[in-house]
Each structure stands twice: as structure tokens, then as C-alpha cells.
């Protein structure tokens, strides 16, 4: 039976409002923690962390910049920011040998929470860096929606379903 074992990023280009490329950044993607409450009690042997469906703590998201880029600077601007990080991602097939790249993509609405400038130091980057609060995140893979969480439109998709659907309708959402 053969495998497509998807082993590594080829490459990849950060864009703001899906067509300003925002240069040379390393991206570190957000975190998903679901709220949760401890439950305890008749019938439950011990305690159990029940995730609460669609709701997530905070989410953020940094670029770290090489030099004084000046996207880095617009992304300062008290508003949310759309960015797209696109990736070729490559797969081995395990029964024909073969490589192969297919494309990914993560799409953020981000709202700026720092700006780090960084340092300067002859012939060395600077490593300053934005962090941003995530209020959207979709991840999508040869243009299959794995993923989509939009906190203030009560929206979460996970491989095609949307977790939030019966409880938008059950708020007249």
C-alpha cells in the first residue's frame, strides 16, 4: 500500500491582503488551546479537562524580521491584518519513489500586540520581530479547507464540518 509521507517545507512567501509581498520573515504560527473546565464528580472516575466546542484561548503569531523591512512597520497599524503564508510542501510516494510538492497555505487576520526592532551589528541580521493577536486562522492543503476558525464570526470548520453550526443557529447567530 503506498504512502504519501509529507516530510518537509520546500519554500515559502508571507503576503499582506493576499498580494504585498512582505519580503524575507520567519513565521511562527499560532497555538490552539481549547478553553476547558475541569469536571468532577458521581460518575466520573477522578477529574476530566472537557474542551469547550469552538472556543480557544488567545492565538498568537510572530514575524521575525532580517533588517528594517518596512512592511514590518505597516504591520504596526492598530488594525487587522491580513496575512497569507503560502508553502510548497513535499511528499515521498513509498511505492513509486517518487517526489512530489503540493501547495499550502495559511491565511491570519492579525491585530498587532508588539513591534521589536531588534539589534544592529555589522553584517548580522537584526532579528527584530511583530507578534499579533489572531482572530482568524484557515489552513488549507492542495486547496482542501482543513481548517477555519474565525473567533468573532463564531465560525469553526475542521476538515469540512463546522463545529459551530447548530450553536450559531441555537443563538440566532
Known sequence: MAKQVRDKIVGYTVYRN????LGVAT??????EYLSETIKG????GEVESPTIGQFGSMTCSLSWNTMDPAAYELLAPEAHALDF???QQSF????GVYATEGAKITVRAIPK????GSLEVGAAMDGS????VIYLK????GKVLLELDKFNYIFVVNGQDRLAAVRDQLGL
Do not use: D, K, M
Not at 27 to 32: D, F, K, N
Not at 139 to 142: A, D, E, P, Q, R
Open 86 to 88: 503560502r508553502a510548497s
Open 130 to 133: 511583530t507578534e499579533f493577536e
Open 42 to 45: 458521581a460518575g466520573i472516575a
Open 27 to 32: 513565521v511562527e504560527l499560532p497555538s490552539l
Open 93 to 96: 510516494n513509498s511505492a513509486s
Open 18 to 21: 493576499g498580494s504585498q509581498y
Open 114 to 117: 508588539t513591534g521589536e526592532l
Open 139 to 142: 489552513v488549507s492543503i492542495g
